[in-house]
Every structure is written in C-alpha cells, then in structure tokens.
C-alpha cells in the first residue's frame, strides 16, 4: 500500500471535521489519548494479576510490554496533521507576550512602522488614483492628442482646415474629433450663471467611445456649418440645472442670449480634469464659417484633437505619417503651414503627465522613510536579540530546532509588521482624505484617491515585506551567537564587534537615507522661495479679480461694449476706498496669443519677421491697479480709440529683442487683428514700454506682451482688476452691485484676490515642498533616534569598561570623547554617503527644480550639516548616562 | 525477529482494518486479537500500535466511540467506516495479489 500523501476530494467529509477538532479542540483530545493509553495499560495490568502478580508488579509488568508511552502519544499526536497550525498558534501565544513584556520597546517599533506604512499607503493612494486607474474610456491605450507645433509656438491648438485635411488625408486613425472650451452665460434655474461648453466636433464622442446617457450626440449633419443650434448636456447640468428631467430632450435653452436645443445627456464621470467643468457641449462644425474653411487655416483657437489608433497600429506608425501629412500641407499652404508640424501624443500622457514625476519622486521618498523606518525596527530588534540570547539559547538547549526558533522570530517579527501597518492604516484613513482635498485642485484625477482594495493590498504586501526585512536581520544575529557563550554572560551583552557592526551599519544606512531625503526637500524647499521671490512684474496687494463673459448678444456691438466698459471703470474707480481700477481683456477666445511682426526699419511689411505675443486690451486704470511700471512713454486712454491711427504698449522683453540700444517709442508693429490674418495690414506705433510682467515664474516660456487701446475687446471677456487700500475682499458685495446695476444680467465670476489667483501657479509646488519637507522630517527623526539606539546600546555594553576609566580617574572629558571616536565616524559616513547619493541623482530631480542647480552646494551642506547636528544631538542622552555611572558599583559587580 | 518497522508498508494498516472489520474493539483487544492471529510471528508493540490506529481514524477509515469494555471500564472502540471498508477490499485484493505473485516467484526459485 503506498503512502497516501494526498486525500481524495470524497474523504474531506471524514476527515475535514477531524482537522477542526484537532485544531479547536485540543485540550479533549488530548485528555482522550491520556485515558485511552491508560486504559490499555490497566487492562493488561489486570491480565498479570490474575495471572498471579502483585498490583505492583503487574504495574510495572505492562509499562515494559507497552515501551515508550510518551513517544507512543507524541507519535498518536503527530498524526493529526495540523501540528505546523499549532505552532502557529503556539508561536503567536508567545510573540504576544513577548510584546506585551516590553511595552516601551514594542511602542517604538510600533509606532515607528505606523509612520512608515501609514505615509506609504497615503501616497500610495494619490498614485494609484492617479497614475495606475485606466481611464475611463474603451481602450484608452489606444487615444492620441493632436496638436500643431512651429518653430515659434512649440504647442498650438489646431486650426479647423488643418482638421478637415489631417481627418481624410490619414489612415492610421480609427476616428478622430475636435474639442474647443469655450464658456456663457446660462439663464437657467437661478440667478444668471457662466458656464463652460465644450464646442467638439460630431467625431469626438465616438472617438472616445463615450454613449448619451439620453438622447443622441451630434450626428455629422448638425455639425455642418449654420446648421440648426444644438446641445448636449453633462449629465451633471442635468441633474443641477433640470433635476434628470428626461422630458428635457427637444427643450430650448438659452445660452447668452441665443436658443439652442437639446438632444443628449452625456455623463463626464471620470473624464480628464480639463474636460471636467464643462456642463454641456455644441457642435464645433457649426461655427466653420466663422473660424474654419481654408481663409480661416491660421485660425489657432484653442481647439485640440483626440483620435483613436487604429488596432494594431504604433504611435511611431502615427507620429510618422502625420509628419508626412504636415509636409504636404506645408507644401500646398506655405503661408499658413510653413514650419509647422502635428505632434502625436498619448492621450495618457497629457492627462497625467505633469504629475506623474513629481508623484514618482513622492513615492520614492516615502519609500525611503520605510527603508529608514525598517532600519530602525531591525536595530532595535537586534539590540534585543542579543539581549534575549540566553532566552534563545535555553530553549535551543531544550531541544527547540534551529528552525523552529528562526520561525517564532519571524512569527514575532511579522505580528509587529502587521499590527503596525494596521495603525499605519488607521493614521492613512485620517490622513488621507486631508491630502486627497488639498490635491483635489491640483492633481488630475484627484477626486478618485480612496483607500480602496489595492491601497490594502499594498499596504497589507508592504507591511509583510516590511516584516520580513527587518525581521531577517536579528535572526541572522541571533543565529551568528554561540549558545554556549550565551550562558557565560547573565549580564548585558558584551558589545561585541560584530553586533556593532550590525547596528552600526544599519545606523549609517539610515543617515545617509535621511540625507538624500533633506537634501531633495531643501533643493524643492528652496526652488519655492525662487520663485516665491521672483518679481512678477507687478504687485499684488489688495488687488482684487473677476470674470465678465460679454457672449451676449447685447455686446455684439463694439460701441454698446465700449460705452459699458467705460461707465464700469469709471463706477468701479469711484467706490470708496479704491485706488485705482480697471478692465483687461485678452485678445482671444482660447488664449491670447497672436502673431505679430516688429517693424525693422525696411519698408516691406512682409519682410519682418512673424513671432507670437500675448495681446489683451487694458482700459486705463489696469496698470495701476496692477501695478505695473510703466518704463517710458504714456499709457492707454479711452480717447486711443476708433477715431485715432492704431497705438500700443510693448513690454521691455519685445523692445529688446528687436529694437536692442534704441528707444521704443515711435517704432511700430504689425499685429494679425483679427487673429488669423496672415497679411498684418496695419501698423500700430508704439507709444509706452512697461516692466514685463510674469504670471507664472515657473513658466520658461515667457512670451513677448502687447496691450492694445480699450476699444480692441475681441476675446468676448474680461477680467476686471480693482485694488484697495484696504482688505480688497469687502470691496467683493460692491463690485457685484455695481455690475448688477448696468446689467441685471451679467454675472462676476471665478472672483479672488490677485494674490489667490496667481497662487494657483505656485499651490502645486508648496503641496510636493510641504510633503518631502514632512517625509525628510521624519526621516532625520527616525535617523536620530537610529543614532541614539546605537550609542545608548554601546554605552550598556561598555559599562563595565566606563566605570572602570571612571575608577582609574579618567575625566568626563575623556569620556565624551570615548564616545564622539564611536560616533562620529558613523555621522561621518553616513553623511557622506548620503551626499555621494545625492549627486547621482541630478537627472531625476533637475526636472522639478527651479532657479536652483540639483548639486547646489549651500543646500547640501546646510541640510548636511544639520543632518549632523541632529546626530550628534542624539548622543547627548547616552552620554549623559554614560556620565552617571557610578565606578564603586561597576567595582563591586566586579 | 521483525519489528513493526519491517512489515512490508502499510501491512499493519491492512491488518487493523481487518481486524476491526468484523467487530468494534478497542485498542487492548486489538492488540490481543493482532498477537493471536498472528501467532506472534508480527510482533507489533503497543506503542506502534496507537499511532497506527491514530492515523487511521485521522485519515477517515476506521471512527472510534467511547463504549464500556467487557471488565467494564470506558474504554475507546474503533469500526470501520464506509470509506475504510471499501478501502479494505481494494487493498486486501492487491495484497493477494501481491502475495501470490511474490510466492510465485519464489518457487520458482526453489525449483
């Protein structure tokens, strides 16, 4: 019969209930087995005496005849088969009790793991929302964006001609659609409201493979020029505006002024963040007469494309043809096309791809304070493995395997991962709502960080291996140690070199973690206070913003415009306590940049040069209310309107580039009014030079600037600019009450102070500095208490060796010095090492810098140097006890 | 002579399920019937016997129940289940199989 190892499916009715008992009901068996064994040996007894013998004799008589009784119920009880469950248990039973021996020890490692699992599972769950969630659409591998590209502009939006071509000329796209933001007044349930609409071509919706909800999107026939006016709802304006009304379909709705009608419902659940606030959508195609067709082909108005790659088909394959296709259109349109090329890129990319390497170095970082952390547990761990090495060593002696103590280390070292990963998780739950708010704003996709299945699964993976690194470490002490030499010493373990080492090791490792991680917040830390110091050009305090949107018919009309305009200035300025106020509009819908030319003294206007500028109209008063100085000449007034030859102001980048040593004013250039134009026919002389401004001083790209006379309103907004001497937030009911007056119908919107405004550049930034300089913290934290672990170990080692230099009359100068000759190396070292660390990693982190080199020396060595003195702080307290040592008492030991 | 080790594997589980094949015994009339049977020739001490019987139980083919002996005293009976009888038949045919062939053989050799 051979041995039957495996047990058939059919036999689990028998032997199933038998595990279960074995396993929950020990005690009674065992009791059993002691009663069964018993009864045998009595009834054989019985037998001899009534064969004759004494009850003694026969006592003795059936002991022999049965040989070994407690092997016979060792073996009875290994056949159960659950013995490994119940060393588990057994393991488990101990490791607890171990634990709850040494609360203070078992508190450090605890919490230590808590703050290392607990910021892990944090971010992690910003990077799992963010970067690992697909997108929300059917194979959102296989989307593209498509973008125009010249020398001048390295991104433009795509002009609708180039669409048209790019759509029938390529063949590596399945589908492909335009999507243009553009925003209006609703008159809808409540007070007017501005919103955003996406204008998008018929193609988009099934390109992205996005179905209504209700109803149909655009069919290819409403998406023709002056077709009937149409919309699609998101499904959130739905439910907002009309309550999920599905008799809303065939209903009119005004949208500034004009009635379109609606023919779908459309969800925008999880779409990326730019598409996000858009309420509803209009066919794009409609507008071809006005910004499509090929007179309109240098019409760049901030449409971009999104296509779908055909199966099987690269983004090599697409990059490549649609540079082909580039060329052709370059060829058969050189004025328009000359230079430009289409960028191709992952869909993915553009969602996430600002943030993925600022999250990527989070991630790392936090990855670190784990190691570090793991570090710590493994130092303190070994301290008291050594400590509990005749422990060890009795229960070797007792006849417990090799194997069998390495398994209850790692049992006691995985039951502290794991009740310490699970605290990490409670402080995740209460972080991480906190984070996921402040990075709501910030990060695409943010509104998707939860702590969901894979964040537990991470963190339940992370806190195993968490366990398994630092338990590996005292095991192999532990092991490493003669029991024999164990049960000489009763005493403190002799600081042997070896445990040193270990811990000595562990101790530079965490330095030189800690440092890599300082280093990387004081490079960003300091890369803020550049751009916080940055002089943006303009100032500002008290300076208070909002939106007007002038889509409305009633503003068709450029006098009707200009003449409100005007009146608001002038009511604006008037209120009590401004100093100065003002409208700036910029030139376009989508953006505002235009191209222009800059007079160099030839006579051709076509022989200039074409570059782009930022163009936006300003009525007087904006400049002061932004303070911007004015270099030379005079500034804009109402009266540069209509009736006078075009004039300008130019900021100093533009007048020095071309115009280099000579003076500005009288010189002239020729702006592409209305935007698109490729013949630039008129001149406008330039009469003032200001300060450049710079909104984003983060951004490279700084393009030239020039401000044209208040009657140039072509982008249908403006943002009205008023500053206070005060606390311009008040100012806030006053300026609401001043446009209501002139019209009930024209709401202020996206109204904040200046200052919030322009945070917006910066809040990105502050949030990464916030966090690193967090996880650094804790970092130089962990590593000194790393350092402190060590020497405190060394001084309770050298105890013995400390009194009696105290007793031989060595000085408390010699001892400090004793102890800084132990640690100062390590500091050393680990700083070094840190150091070295950190050069390497000038790729990663240049990206993310600014204004400051990623080897800046100062940084390194302030955060080097701090990072020393927080070391060699952590020595104070073994010092000081190494001080108290009473060298009669060590004699006495003695 | 032999000790339990020596039995060719398994043989003992054979006998036990045999034995308590035809009755429910306990394990000291076990060990009784096993010497009587088989007539001292397979010396199986008590304490191999336990585990034995241990595995058995532990593996679904024989149930014990706690009845009283003869001499009266609560003692633990073992039967045979459904699964250990069928288990016997197939095992006891390999074994006369088994048996059979191997004394073939050495016939064949004496021959």
Request: proline share 6%; aromatic share 6%.
């Amino acid at each position: 019969m051979p041995a039957n190892n495996t047990i058939p499916p059919e036999r689990w009715v028998y032997t199933v209930p038998l595990r279960l008992r074995a396993l929950f009901r020990r005690q009674q068996l065992d009791q059993e087995l002691d009663e069964e064994l018993q009864a045998h040996l009595e009834e054989m007894a019985q037998q001899y005496v009534d064969s004759g013998m004494s009850a003694e004799e026969a006592h003795y008589a059936a002991l022999r005849e049965f040989g070994n009784v407690e092997l016979a119920k060792q073996e009875c009880r290994d056949t159960r088969k659950v013995l490994w469950m119940q060393n588990l248990q057994e393991d488990l039973r101990f490791s607890v009790r171990m634990l709850r021996k040494n609360p203070g020890f078992t508190a450090v490692a605890l919490l230590t793991i808590a703050l290392g699992i607990g910021v892990n599972t944090a971010i992690f769950s910003v990077v799992n929302a963010v970067l690992l969630r697909p997108l929300p659409f059917t194979e959102p591998k296989r989307l593209v964006v498509l973008r125009e590209s010249s020398p001048d502009l390295p991104v433009m939006s795509v002009s609708l001609a180039n669409l048209a071509d790019w759509q029938s000329m390529n063949t590596v796209f399945e589908n492909m659609g335009g999507f243009r933001r553009v925003s209006a007044i609703l008159v809808g349930s409540g007070d007017p409201r501005r919103i955003l609409i996406g204008q998008v071509t018929s193609g988009l919706f099934p390109t992205l493979g996005v179905a209504p909800i209700l109803g149909h999107t655009f069919s290819g026939e409403e998406d023709r020029p002056s077709a009937a006016p149409v919309v699609v709802l998101s499904e959130r304006c739905w439910k907002r505006e009309y309550d999920r009304d599905p008799a809303i379909l065939g209903k009119q709705i005004q949208l500034s002024g004009h009635p379109y009608t609606v023919t779908g419902v459309v969800s925008t659940e999880g779409f990326p963040p730019y598409w996000q606030p858009m309420e509803m959508f209009t066919p794009l195609g409609r507008l071809n007469t006005d910004i499509g067709g090929d007179e309109h082909r240098s019409y760049h108005l901030g449409t971009s494309v999104y296509a779908r790659l055909k199966p099987g088909v690269t983004l090599g394959q697409a990059r490549a043809e649609m540079v082909s296709i580039a060329r052709l259109l370059e060829q058969e349109h050189p004025k328009t096309n000359g230079g430009q090329i289409v960028l191709v890129q992952p869909l993915w990319e553009q969602v996430v791809g600002e943030v993925s390497r600022p999250l990527e170095l989070l991630m790392g970082s936090v990855l670190l304070v784990l190691l570090i952390a793991c570090a710590n547990v493994a130092s303190l761990l070994t301290s008291r493995a050594m400590v509990r090495r005749r422990e060890l060593a009795i229960r070797g002696a007792l006849g417990a395997g090799a194997a069998r103590l390495a398994a209850q280390l790692l049992c006691e070292t995985t039951l502290l991962a794991l009740i310490g990963g699970s605290l990490g998780l409670l402080a995740a739950f209460l972080v991480t709502p906190v984070l996921a708010h402040h990075a709501l704003s910030l990060v695409p996709r943010a509104e998707g960080i939860s702590i969901d299945r894979s964040v537990l699964a991470f963190t339940f993976i992370a806190s195993l291996c968490t366990g398994i690194i630092f338990g590996v470490v005292p095991a192999f002490a532990a092991y490493g140690s003669n029991p024999a030499e164990a049960f000489k010493d009763g005493n403190a373990p002799r600081a042997g070199l070896s445990r040193i080492g270990i811990r000595s090791l562990l101790a530079v490792a965490e330095l030189a973690m800690a440092l890599v991680l300082l280093v990387t917040a004081g490079l960003t830390l300091k890369s803020l206070y550049h751009l916080l110091q940055a002089d943006l050009g303009m100032s500002t305090d008290g300076v208070m913003t909002g939106m007007l949107n002038f889509s409305n018919a009633r503003y068709a009309d450029d006098e009707k415009l200009l003449a409100f305009m005007t009146e608001l200035q002038q009511r604006l300025s008037a209120l009590p306590g401004v100093t100065a106020a003002g409208l700036q509009s910029p030139q376009l819908q989508g953006g505002s940049q235009i191209s222009f030319h800059a007079d160099n003294g030839s006579s051709s206007i076509s022989s200039g040069e074409d570059t782009y500028a930022d163009a936006s109209s300003v009525t007087p008063g904006a400049f002061q209310a932004l303070g911007i100085r004015m270099l030379h000449g005079r500034s804009l007034t109402w009266s540069d309107d209509a009736s006078v030859p075009p004039v300008c102001i130019v900021d100093d980048s533009l007048a020095e580039r071309y115009w280099p040593g000579e003076d500005a004013i009288g010189k002239r250039v020729a702006l592409a009014i209305p935007p698109g134009t490729t013949e630039h026919p008129v001149w406008w002389t330039v009469i003032g030079v200001v300060h450049r401004v710079q909104t984003d001083p983060a951004d490279s790209q700084h393009l030239p600037e020039i401000f044209l006379p208040p009657n140039q309103v072509a982008g249908g907004r403006a943002i009205v600019l008023v500053q206070s001497k005060t606390d311009p937030a008040v100012l806030v009911p006053e300026m609401r009450h001043v446009i209501q007056s002139l019209d009930p119908d024209l709401p202020l919107y996206n109204v904040m102070s200046l200052s919030d405004l322009l945070d917006e550049n910066v809040a990105p930034r502050r949030l990464i500095v916030m966090l690193l300089s967090t996880f650094a913290g804790i970092a130089l934290l962990l590593a000194g208490l790393g350092v402190y672990g060590v020497m405190a170990y060394m001084i309770t080692g050298r105890t013995r060796e400390i009194g009696l230099r105290l007793a031989l009359g060595a000085s408390a100068r010699d001892i400090v010095r004793l102890i800084l000759r132990q640690a100062v190396p390590l500091v050393l070292a680990g700083a070094a090492i840190g150091v070295a660390v950190s050069l390497s990693l000038k790729r990663p982190l240049t990206p993310l810098l600014l204004g400051v080199s990623a080897t800046d020396s100062w940084t390194i060595a302030a955060v080097a140097a701090l990072l020393v003195v927080v070391a060699l702080l952590a020595c104070c307290i073994p010092i000081r006890k190494a001080m108290s040592i009473d060298p009669v008492k060590v004699l006495y030991r003695e | 002579m032999s000790k339990p080790a020596d039995l060719v594997q398994g043989t003992l589980d054979l006998l036990l399920l045999k034995i308590v094949a035809l009755e429910p015994l306990n394990g000291f009339a076990i060990s009784r019937r096993l010497k009587q049977i088989s007539g001292d020739v397979l010396q199986v001490s008590d304490g191999s016997l336990y585990p034995a019987l241990h595995k058995l139980e532990e593996e679904g083919l024989i149930s014990a129940e706690w009845k009283l002996s003869e001499n009266n005293r609560r003692a633990k009976f073992y039967s045979l289940t459904r699964l250990g009888r069928k288990h016997l038949e197939t095992e006891a045919e390999n074994w006369g199989r088994l048996s059979s062939a191997i004394s073939r053989v050495v016939k064949l050799k004496e021959a």
